[in-house]
């Protein structure tokens, strides 16, 4: 119930009338409305049917008791369809301290505008509204608007229809009521839908009254996946229809083909076109339902009757504009005219599950289509779609009930579902994993898209901005692939109806690690599914499972696995042809010694699956998915391993890749910000500086600060990466920032600023911990590293199993040889608490070597690295204690560290650690 809006189509006239409320009306208000502290005080909708017209009237009442709805109530706006019925309104008053100020005796009258709501959707109605600007209102007046509209539509012929939902809880109303009535010699059938219990009813003066009171109980919630019947909210619907032929039968007299093509007019060129072109019944259906979508723009014309008459098809043609009626009509008789069995059909495109258990009505359909009969088979041709052709016209759309338009009546017929021949989407990617698994993966994407999935790629097909087509290609593939895309094109082909989008691009941490071994989890139209139905509550124990649909998925995949990949396993279901939960799956896996192939699909059309089966269901479902592919590569050269020039090799396509970026667009920060990114990965500083500068220029942030700062850093250039710091907490002032100067300072010998800038943060709770963790590890180049001890110790008094707090009072020990004697205990704490969690043991093993028990310290070394290879502390401890006990390998950890942390040396020298 809309609640400043009251629309209501009416009948024949352009003029608004003040008359009183019609004779049958029993009015419903008995006083105490100005008292009422409901929003909405006053509900009163009564309906009547008689003569072939559906009068409505209301009587609504709002309490205006804030600002909103003071401003809310400001224009009343009652709209209606002047070709069809009128607009009468009998009271505006506003109800003020016991006063009743009567706007219409005032003066109050209506602006009247013509204007199409529905304009956007391709809709024209001829709505008239009448805007009343109401003056003077207060909060806590009560606004009382009352009208009636009257409805006569010119297609019914005298047969009537009304349907509207019932309002529910948990909707607020003072007093409210819905009632119809109708002569009870009139053949009226009414029925309602939803959860609502039956209204009472008797006969009263020769008429039959339904009264149902508002609000009424709100409906039990139902599962979001049960069918359509389900799920439909309470409402009534009457209708003076005996059954779905008297509907059928009724309308069949605007859908007749016979004499609506000219012998040797435009649409019968278009006929015989189309013979010439093919013999084939199927190929001339496919051409004409193309000729209808393609060159007959949508646009509903519900004037003069419009809403269920159709208009002609010459006319449908000559204008190249009509709604689905229209369409429906001129597909009809070419079709005809070429010898095609076919016919209109009524349908429900927002909810046909429920058409079954509706009231006979014309108000049960929202939309048309063709039914073409061919060689056995139905096909379900819709003149409103886009992009059909031979390959996927068979594809069935999900109406669940069809009503054939037939002069002898018909009743509802199944629209039955059946398996697509052809992808919506086929999807072939080839992915790039050479470059090693901390790189990011270069892949080229080609995608297919058939049907009304490819005609909506149609206009970005057309567009010569290649900035705008990269970022329709990143949008949607962001879902589907994720990462950068760089380069794009977008095609569409009229004569199949295919559009093909062809992307460039990278995607990022494709890979995990654990303990030596990278996996990598495999993307496909089969992997990822779940099916969790909620059926636990007893209402719901026998309420079946919708499927959603049609829809084909097909994708291929092409990997370059790294290189020097040896140890390559593929786990998981490799090859899957079955049918589960409604939708059929297909997969088949190869893995090759450089490369891996991955090929699989899924369908599913709509369909119900029953409360008995969801158990089966729910297991194939779960064994689907636990045999989700993955790629496990056992000890992988890892980013430290690879020296700079073969870094700068595989990293140079990626390279390439941002800097069309760049050629697309050079002003844009970002993309400079991107290559610097890659350009610091590849170990080239100073040209990654040179796009962060570049970067900076354009669109400077604390971000981009800190990045060039961390490319100064590694440069060695350290006053550079100081200053870069310093902008970057100037712009933002948070922690990540203030630790990061606070860092810099301490190694730039101004531990006692950055100790103080720290102190200034005034953090607490969390943030206060991380800031005591970073003070003590600065805490030594001021020679303050008792205050970090003690300042630790207070925060562990009051949270004694905080492992941040343990590892860094642990760490403190070690870096600064402070309270050795306490350290094992406080570190053996530390590891216990975290778990074994590398950067721990790597504290422990920094502690022990303080206290001389390298070999300790080396247990704990190759412990850490082993879940944590890259950690580069650990290389360096590891690297320093092997060179002292002769070892020369650890040149090679040390060399592996400083590729991870560039200015490692020096943080560690300022611990007093310098290896051999």
Same mark, same amino acid.
């Given at each position: 119930m809309?609640l400043f809006?009251?629309?209501?189509?009416?009948?024949?006239?352009?003029e608004?009338r003040?008359?009183?409320p019609?004779a049958?009306?029993?009015?419903?208000y008995?006083g105490?409305?100005a008292?009422s502290?409901?929003?909405?005080?006053?509900y009163d909708?009564?309906v009547r049917l008689e003569d072939?017209?559906v009068?409505r009237?209301t009587?609504i009442?709002y309490?205006?008791d804030?600002?909103?709805?003071?401003?809310?109530?400001?224009?009343i706006?009652?709209a209606?369809?002047?070709d069809?019925?009128?607009l009468?309104?009998?009271?505006l008053e506003?109800?003020?301290?016991g006063a009743?100020?009567?706007?219409?005796?005032?003066?109050?009258?209506?602006?009247?505008?013509?204007?199409?709501r529905e304009?956007?959707?391709r809709?024209?109605d001829?709505?008239?509204?009448a805007?009343f600007a109401?003056?003077g209102?207060?909060?806590?007046?009560?606004?009382?608007?009352?009208s009636?509209?009257?409805l006569?539509d010119?297609?019914l012929a005298?047969e009537?229809q009304?349907?509207e939902g019932?309002?529910?809880?948990?909707?607020?109303?003072?007093?409210?009521r819905?009632?119809?009535s109708?002569p009870?010699s009139?053949?009226?059938?009414?029925k309602t839908?939803?959860?609502?219990?039956?209204?009472e009813s008797?006969n009263e003066s020769?008429?039959t009254?339904?009264?149902?009171s508002?609000p009424?109980?709100?409906?039990?919630?139902?599962?979001?996946d049960a069918?359509?019947?389900?799920?439909?909210?309470?409402q009534?619907?009457v209708?003076?229809?005996t059954?779905?032929?008297?509907?059928s039968?009724?309308m069949?007299?605007?859908?007749t083909t016979?004499g609506?093509?000219?012998p040797a007019g435009?649409i019968?060129s278009e006929v015989a076109?189309i013979?010439?072109?093919?013999?084939v019944?199927?190929?001339?259906a496919a051409m004409a339902l193309?000729m209808?979508q393609?060159?007959?723009s949508y646009?509903?014309?519900?004037m003069d009757?419009?809403?269920y008459?159709?208009?002609?098809?010459?006319l449908?043609?000559?204008n190249?504009?009509?709604?689905?009626?229209?369409?429906?009509?001129?597909l009809l008789?070419?079709?005809r005219?070429?010898?095609?069995?076919?016919e209109a059909?009524?349908?429900?495109s927002?909810?046909?599950?429920a058409?079954?258990?509706s009231?006979?009505?014309?108000g049960?359909?929202d939309h048309?289509?063709v039914r073409?009969h061919?060689?056995?088979?139905d096909y379900?041709?819709d003149?409103t779609?886009?992009?059909s052709?031979l390959?996927?016209?068979d594809?069935v759309?999900?109406?669940?009930?069809?009503l054939?338009i037939r002069?002898e009546?018909?009743d509802?017929?199944?629209?039955t579902q059946?398996w697509p021949q052809?992808?919506d989407r086929?999807?072939?990617v080839?992915?790039d994993?050479s470059?090693g698994v901390?790189?990011?993966?270069?892949y080229?994407?080609d995608?297919?898209?058939r049907g009304?999935m490819g005609a909506?790629w149609?206009?970005?097909?057309a567009?010569?901005?290649?900035?705008i087509?990269?970022g329709?290609?990143?949008k949607?593939l962001?879902?589907?692939?994720?990462?950068?895309?760089y380069?794009?094109?977008?095609?569409?082909d009229d004569?199949?109806?295919?559009?093909?989008l062809?992307?460039?691009g990278m995607a990022?941490?494709q890979?995990e690690?654990d303990?030596?071994?990278?996996?990598?989890?495999?993307t496909?139209?089969?992997?990822?599914?779940?099916?969790?139905?909620?059926r636990?509550?007893s209402a719901w124990?026998?309420?079946?499972?919708?499927?959603?649909?049609?829809?084909t998925m097909?994708e291929?995949?092409?990997y370059?696995?790294?290189?020097n990949?040896?140890a390559?396993?593929?786990?998981?279901?490799?090859?899957?042809?079955?049918?589960?939960?409604g939708t059929?799956f297909t997969r088949?896996?190869?893995?090759?010694?450089?490369?891996?192939e991955f090929?699989?699909s899924t369908?599913?059309v709509?369909?119900?699956i029953?409360?008995?089966?969801l158990g089966?269901?729910?297991r194939?479902?779960r064994?689907?998915a636990?045999?989700d592919?993955v790629?496990?590569?056992e000890?992988?050269a890892?980013?430290w391993e690879l020296?700079?020039?073969?870094?700068?090799r595989?990293?140079?396509?990626h390279i390439?890749?941002?800097s069309?970026?760049?050629?697309l667009?050079?002003?844009m920060?970002a993309f400079?910000?991107?290559?610097g990114t890659?350009?610091?990965?590849a170990r080239?500083?100073?040209?990654a500086?040179?796009?962060?500068?570049?970067?900076?220029?354009?669109?400077g942030s604390?971000?981009?600060y800190l990045l060039?700062g961390?490319a100064?850093?590694?440069?060695?250039e350290?006053?550079?990466?100081l200053a870069?710091a310093q902008?970057a907490?100037?712009l933002q002032?948070d922690?990540?920032?203030a630790s990061?100067?606070?860092?810099?300072?301490s190694?730039a010998?101004? %531990? @006692?600023e !950055?100790l103080?800038?720290? $102190? /200034? *943060?005034g953090l607490?709770?969390?943030e206060g911990?991380?800031v005591?963790?970073?003070w003590?590890?600065?805490?030594g180049? %001021? @020679?303050r !590293?008792?205050e970090?001890w $003690? /300042? *630790?110790q207070?925060?562990?008094d009051?949270?004694?199993d905080?492992?941040?707090?343990?590892?860094?009072?642990?760490w403190? %020990?070690?870096?600064w040889s402070y309270?050795l004697?306490l350290?094992?205990?406080?570190?053996?704490?530390?590891?216990?608490v975290?778990?074994?969690?590398p950067g721990v043991?790597?504290?422990?093993?920094?502690?022990?070597?303080?206290l001389?028990r390298?070999d300790?310290a080396?247990?704990?070394l190759e412990?850490?690295?082993a879940?944590?290879?890259?950690?580069?502390?650990?290389l360096?401890?590891?690297?320093?204690?092997?060179?002292?006990n002769?070892?020369k390998?650890g040149r090679?950890?040390l060399?592996?560290?400083?590729r991870?942390?560039?200015?490692?040396?020096?943080q560690?020298?300022?611990?007093g650690?310098v290896?051999?």
């Open positions: 809309p809006v009251l629309a209501a189509p009416v009948l024949a006239g352009e608004v003040y008359v009183e019609p049958w009306v029993e009015p419903l008995d105490g409305l008292e502290r409901d929003n909405i005080p006053l909708r009564q072939g017209t009068t009237y009587d009442a309490w205006l804030t600002t909103q709805t003071l401003q809310q109530a400001g224009t706006q009652l209606w369809l002047p069809k019925g009128d009468a309104v009998h009271r506003i109800l003020r301290d009743v100020i009567d706007l219409l005796a005032g003066g109050l009258r209506p602006e009247i505008l013509r204007r199409e304009l956007e959707r809709s024209v001829g709505v008239l509204t805007a109401i003056p209102l207060k909060i806590g007046d009560v606004l009382r608007v009352t009636s509209s009257t006569r010119q297609a005298g009537m009304f349907a019932i309002v529910a809880e948990p909707t607020k109303i003072g007093l409210g819905l009632r119809l109708w009870e009139a053949p009226i059938q009414w839908l939803g959860d609502v219990a039956a209204p008797w020769g008429y009254v339904l009264d149902f508002l009424v109980a709100e409906p039990d919630p139902m599962p979001e069918p359509g019947r389900f799920t439909v909210g309470p009534i619907q209708g003076s229809f059954d779905w032929a008297h509907v039968q009724s069949s007299r605007y859908f016979e609506t093509i000219a435009a019968a076109r013979e010439h072109a093919t013999d019944p199927l190929e001339r193309r209808v393609d060159e007959v646009l509903l014309n519900g009757g419009g809403n008459l159709p208009q002609a098809p010459e449908t043609w000559a190249r504009y009509g709604d689905c009626k229209a369409k429906s009509l001129l008789a070419m079709l005219a070429m010898g095609i069995e076919a059909v009524l349908v429900d927002d909810n046909g599950d058409v079954a258990i009231q006979p009505i014309p049960a359909f048309m289509i073409a061919i060689a056995g088979t379900w041709l003149g779609n886009a992009g052709r390959a996927t016209i594809e759309p999900d109406f669940g009930w069809a054939p002069s009546g018909a509802l017929i199944p629209v059946r052809a992808p086929l999807l072939k080839t992915y994993m470059a901390d790189m990011p993966v270069l080229t994407a995608i297919e898209f009304s909506r149609r206009t970005e097909a567009l010569d901005d290649q900035m087509v990269v329709a290609a990143t949607y962001e879902d589907v692939i994720g990462g950068v895309v380069d794009a094109r977008i095609t569409y004569e199949a109806g295919v559009a093909r062809v992307a460039e990022f941490d890979f690690f303990r030596g071994v990278a996996s990598h989890y495999v496909g139209a089969t992997t990822n599914w779940s099916f969790q139905p909620d636990a509550r124990r026998e309420i079946p499972y919708r499927t959603g649909g049609p829809l097909a291929q995949w092409t370059q696995l790294p290189e990949s040896d390559v396993q593929l786990s998981g279901i490799d090859t899957l042809d079955e049918l589960a939960a059929r088949a896996a190869e893995l090759g010694e450089e490369t891996f090929r699989d369908s599913y709509p369909t119900e029953p409360a008995a089966e089966d269901a729910r194939a479902i064994r689907i636990s045999g592919p790629l496990r590569i000890g992988p890892r980013l020296d700079d020039k073969t870094i700068a595989r990293l140079q396509p390439d890749g941002a069309k970026l760049i050629e667009k050079s002003d920060a400079h910000a991107f290559r890659l350009l610091t990965l080239d500083y100073e040209d500086i040179a796009d962060l500068d570049r970067a900076i220029d354009l669109e604390a971000e981009l060039r961390e100064y850093n590694a440069m060695g350290y006053d550079l990466a870069d902008t907490f100037d002032g922690f990540e920032y990061n100067l606070a860092l810099r300072l190694l010998g101004r %531990a @006692d !950055a103080d800038l720290l $102190d /200034r *943060l607490s709770g969390d911990v991380d005591d963790t970073a003590a590890e600065m805490s180049h %001021a @020679d !590293a008792a970090a $003690d /300042r *630790l207070v925060a562990l009051r949270q004694p905080d492992v941040s707090l343990l590892n860094s009072q642990c403190t %020990a070690g870096i309270q004697e350290a094992e205990e406080v570190c053996d704490r530390a590891v216990a975290s778990g074994n969690a043991l790597d504290s422990r093993a920094l502690a022990y070597y303080r001389g390298k300790e080396m247990a704990d412990a850490a690295l879940q944590e290879p890259g950690q580069a502390a650990s360096f401890l590891r690297g320093l204690i092997r060179l002292e002769g070892d390998s090679e950890d060399i592996y560290a400083r991870i942390e560039p200015g490692i040396d020096r560690y020298k300022g611990y650690l290896p051999r």
